[in-house]
Structures are given as structure tokens and as C-alpha cells.
């Protein structure tokens, strides 16, 4: 395990245990508080040891992820109890009823700009982040990232971005200081192993768009006379706490469109190993350009599975969204 991971599950079996001490002071619930103090303890000892994080059954490592949501974990996945696995079973279904009705509506028309979107978790959850924010200026807000990780752990920063998200949007800030602020805050209240690629944009009435690229797969413009990718202008968010980004800005003409992706696409392989390829993402945009944002998606959703016809089963989430001005 990461040292620094390491240093903080320590220092929050320690929180915890100060916690349930303070709640044995005042006789909360006796018998339960001690008893979850022998387990904190019991890890505790096994970190001093060097047995932490290490499957009682096996021996082999538990879960990085489900560690930082369960530090008191010590079975692996494959090792869990019967009723273990019901229950987590049960928490996985609930998350993801819970992640899905986080999502905006897949399609949208506002003041000028038709939106829509295509999720699609490679587990149960997804640790892809995808929103439409209308705001109270007239504004268009659309925000597409991928949290690093997978499984629950991501899941639940992506839930965590959401909320960032939505509570500084009505803000009315500059993009540069909501971005800025967005990271600050994920960065303060993470691990240092997480951190988002992200891109945040802002369109107005007129065809204006503003984005922040955090280090994603560059979102293309669909110009009349070609494709151009939108580079990053920062890092990733929550890569540091003090981490300044820029903005670029485009004019989207009736018409135009831009397509958003997560590295779910970009990265997918088929039999062969071989990678789907941005090349071949500009290419399929290019030629799809002038269709509507549901049919760009199903024509990349399309292309998408007859390259992948021979492959596995996804390893990666993958979320598109196009943005067009009608």
C-alpha cells in the first residue's frame, strides 16, 4: 500500500476512534461503540504489524478503494462472507439508482443549444461525471470529467463533484474561479492518490463558449471547414491545491456542434488490442458533423461496436455528450 495512503487511513482509524470514545463518554449505545472500538483497535494493530490491508482469508491485498470507504475491511472482495456479499450487493444496486437519477435528462434544448448524452458504466457504477446546468443568467453550463479509479470509491467522487458543482454554478463566478475553486476544495477533501480529468464550459445565447479543459481528452469543435480539438489548459483537478487553469474560447455558429468524450471511447480496444484512436474519433465527428447530437452519438456508439465486435467486455466507463447550436 502507498505510504501516504497508508498515513491517512491511519490517521482515520485514529479520528474514529477518538469518535467512538467521546460516544462511550456520554454511555451512546455501550455495547456497539465498544465493540467497534475492538475492531478499530484490532486495526490499528494489524497496520503496526504490517498485516493491514491484507485479506484474512487469502492473504491477499484487500481493495485499495474499499479500504478508503471501509478501513475496518478485512476480507477481499472474493473472501467476503455470505451476507457480506448481499450487502454489497444491495449497496451496489442502490448506488447506482442513486448515480442515475443524479444525471440531467439525455437530451436538452435551451435558448439556442440542443444537448445530449450517452452513460454508460462499465460496472455497476461509474466513476464518469456528466451534467447540464442551465443557469439563472441564461447561460448553458456543461461539465463531462472521469475520476480516477474505479468502482465504488470513484462513484462516490463523482458524486462529490456534482455537488461541488451545482452548489458554485449559481454562483455566478468566472469559469477560471469556479475551476479553481472546484479544485481547491476535491484536492482538500481527497486522497492524494484521486484527481479528476475534467472539461467545464459555459454557452451563451449567442453562441459564445467558454471551456476549461483540466486535463481530458481534448472536446472537439465541429467548424464548417473542420474538426479542432480543444487542448487542455490546465491539470487535472485535485492534482494540486493550488493549481491555476485558463480558459479558451470558440464561436458556435447554427450548425456547429461540439463533441465531448471520456477516454472510455477514445481508449476502447478491440480483439486485437489494438486502440479505437482520437484520429478515428475525428474522422467518424467530421463526417457526422451535421447531425443532430443524438444522432452523432448513436453513429459513434455504432462505429464504437463493430470495432470492438471480437473484444472483451469493457474495462472503462465510457460518457460522450454533444452540444449543438440549432
Not at 209 to 236: D, K, Q, S, W, Y
Not at 269 to 288: H, N, P, W
Amino acid at each position: 500500500m502507498a505510504v501516504e495512503t497508508d498515513r491517512i487511513l491511519r490517521q482515520e482509524l485514529v479520528d474514529r476512534r477518538l469518535q467512538l470514545e467521546r460516544a462511550a463518554s456520554i454511555g451512546v449505545a455501550a455495547p456497539e461503540v465498544q465493540r467497534l472500538l475492538g475492531e478499530v483497535d484490532a486495526a490499528l494493530a494489524r497496520m503496526e504489524n504490517g498485516t493491514y490491508g491484507l485479506c484474512e482469508v487469502c492473504r491477499g491485498p484487500i481493495e485499495t478503494e474499499r479500504l478508503i470507504v471501509d478501513p475496518l475491511s478485512r476480507f477481499c472482495l472474493e473472501h467476503l462472507t455470505p451476507r457480506q456479499q448481499r450487502a454489497l450487493e444491495s449497496d451496489l444496486e442502490l448506488a447506482a439508482k442513486i448515480q442515475g437519477g443524479l444525471l440531467p435528462g439525455s437530451h436538452l434544448l435551451y435558448r439556442g443549444w440542443e444537448a445530449s448524452f450517452h452513460y454508460e458504466p462499465a460496472g455497476i457504477v461509474s466513476g464518469d461525471y456528466c451534467d447540464l446546468v442551465p443557469s439563472s443568467d441564461g447561460d448553458l453550463y456543461f461539465i463531462l470529467g472521469d475520476v480516477a479509479g474505479k468502482g465504488v470509491a470513484a462513484s462516490m467522487l463523482m458524486v462529490h463533484l456534482q455537488a461541488m458543482f451545482r452548489t458554485l454554478i449559481p454562483m455566478g463566478l468566472p469559469l477560471v474561479d469556479l475551476i479553481e475553486h472546484a479544485s481547491r476544495v476535491f484536492c482538500e477533501s481527497t486522497l492524494p492518490t484521486h484527481y479528476a480529468t475534467l472539461v467545464c464550459g459555459r454557452a451563451d445565447d449567442a453562441g459564445g463558449v467558454e471551456i476549461c479543459n483540466a486535463g481530458h481528452p481534448p472536446p472537439l469543435f465541429l467548424a464548417g471547414t473542420g474538426v479542432v480539438e480543444i487542448e487542455a489548459t490546465g491539470l487535472p483537478l485535485g492534482a494540486f491545491c493550488d493549481a491555476e487553469f485558463a480558459t479558451s474560447r470558440v464561436r458556435v455558429e447554427p450548425g456547429q456542434a461540439l463533441l465531448l468524450y471520456t477516454d472510455g471511447l477514445s481508449e476502447a480496444r478491440d480483439g486485437a488490442g489494438r486502440m479505437y484512436g482520437t484520429d478515428r474519433i475525428r474522422e467518424l465527428a467530421f463526417k457526422k458533423r451535421g447531425g443532430t447530437p443524438r444522432d452523432m452519438i448513436e453513429s459513434c456508439l455504432k462505429d464504437l461496436a463493430a470495432f470492438r465486435k471480437d473484444a472483451a467486455a469493457p474495462a472503462d466507463d465510457l460518457t460522450l455528450m454533444v452540444l449543438r447550436r440549432s
